[in-house]
Nanobody
Framework: QVQLVESGGGLVQAGGSLSLSCAASGRTVTSYTMGWFHQAPGTEREFVAVLSWSDITYYADSVKGRFTVSRDNAKNTVYLQMNSLKPEDTAVYYC????????????????????WGQGTQVTVSS
């Protein structure tokens, strides 16, 4: 099992940046495909970015070129660097861990993730 704790959310003006962290315990993050999702009020939780156990990265079209997912193995932590933030990025951001038994076709599917953090709020003002 793995426990995930997100941090780094907050309030930022449009065009600004935030860096979210997802600290893992129980298992190493290199053992899992690590995804980031977000959920705005009244909407479903949506895929944002993923860093697979095999170092494949993939991004939602809405964040491509602005967000970067990375991993620090020594800290057992995954990061989501968010630049050029827009008001529509406002949401609760969750990290999640997926067992390395799925192909990349499943990386964007929230139902295929086994463990979730509690989420961190990101608010982007216009």
């Amino acid at each position: 099992q793995v426990q995930l704790v997100e941090s780094g959310g907050g309030l930022v003006q449009a065009g600004g940046s935030l860096s979210l962290s997802c600290a893992a315990s129980g298992r190493t993050v290199t053992s899992y495909t690590m995804g980031w999702f977000h959920q705005a009020p009244g909407t479903e939780r949506e895929f944002v970015a993923v860093l697979s156990w095999s170092d494949i990265t993939y991004y939602a079209d809405s964040v491509k070129g602005r967000f970067t997912v990375s991993r620090d193995n020594a800290k057992n932590t995954v990061y989501l660097q968010m630049n050029s933030l827009k008001p529509e990025d406002t949401a609760v951001y969750y990290c999640a861990a997926q067992a390395p038994k799925y192909s990349s076709s499943y990386y964007t599917l929230r139902g295929r993730y086994d463990y979730w953090g509690q989420g961190t709020q990101v608010t982007v003002s216009s």
